[in-house]
């Protein structure tokens, strides 16, 4: 399998490396932002993670990961979200995926207000259709699946980090469902 292939081919680094890209690189990521659709492709539901964080708190996230040295985006984006929701996810992936929008996260949460205190990433954000089986695997807690207007309530958006709640809207923007 592809995943298999680049997990042996050197493209992982080691925490030390990692750590002096980041402190001197922009680290490139992909931001997934799961969603329900119903036959019009009208998105119903709109998936959120539930995530501790180092520091021990809980909150909710997107499907969000690092694009890997000699990594196909298309392929980036496959792999986090089968990391995150499981292999039967089913996720529906044009032949050439477009993001809605590049975020910039920064340490400082004032630059932008998309926030990561551990470095300066820049991730392309899609909304990814999904149609099979989920559940949350590797560092996630739970799964919500959530209609949108629930996605975009301040209740939800406080409990997402990092300025995710704002990119859960402009996704729901994008799709024509500015609440």
């Known amino acids: 399998?592809?995943?298999?292939?680049?997990?042996?081919?050197?493209?992982?680094?080691?925490?030390q490396d990692l750590d002096q890209a980041r402190a001197n690189l922009p680290i490139v990521y992909v931001d997934a932002i799961p969603v329900?659709?119903?036959?019009?492709g009208t998105v119903t539901e709109v998936g959120l993670l539930l995530r501790a964080l180092p520091d021990g708190t809980i909150s909710r996230a997107i499907v969000?990961?690092?694009?890997?040295?000699?990594?196909?985006?298309?392929?980036?984006?496959?792999?986090?979200?089968?990391?995150?929701?499981?292999?039967?996810?089913?996720?529906?992936?044009p032949a050439s995926p477009q993001p809605f929008t590049v975020v910039e996260y920064f340490p400082d949460p004032t630059v932008t207000?998309?926030?990561?205190?551990?470095?300066?990433?820049?991730?392309?954000?899609?909304?990814?259709?999904v149609e099979g089986e989920c559940v949350p695997s590797q560092d996630s807690l739970?799964?919500?699946?959530?209609?949108?207007?629930?996605?975009?309530?301040?209740?939800?958006?406080?409990?997402i980090v990092g300025g995710q709640g704002r990119l859960v809207r402009?996704?729901?923007?994008?799709?024509?469902l500015l609440l």
């Open 36 to 40: 329900r659709v119903d036959s019009s």
């Open 170 to 176: 402009m996704a729901l923007a994008h799709c024509g």
């Open 64 to 93: 969000s990961g690092r694009v890997l040295y000699r990594e196909r985006i298309r392929d980036a984006i496959m792999r986090h979200i089968e990391k995150d929701l499981g292999p039967l996810a089913f996720p529906k992936l």
């Open 1 to 15: 399998m592809l995943f298999d292939l680049l997990e042996n081919s050197g493209a992982w680094l080691s925490d």
């Open 113 to 129: 207000g998309f926030h990561d205190p551990r470095q300066h990433a820049i991730s392309l954000a899609y909304v990814v259709p």
């Open 142 to 159: 739970d799964l919500m699946w959530v209609s949108p207007a629930d996605a975009t309530s301040p209740e939800f958006e406080a409990e």
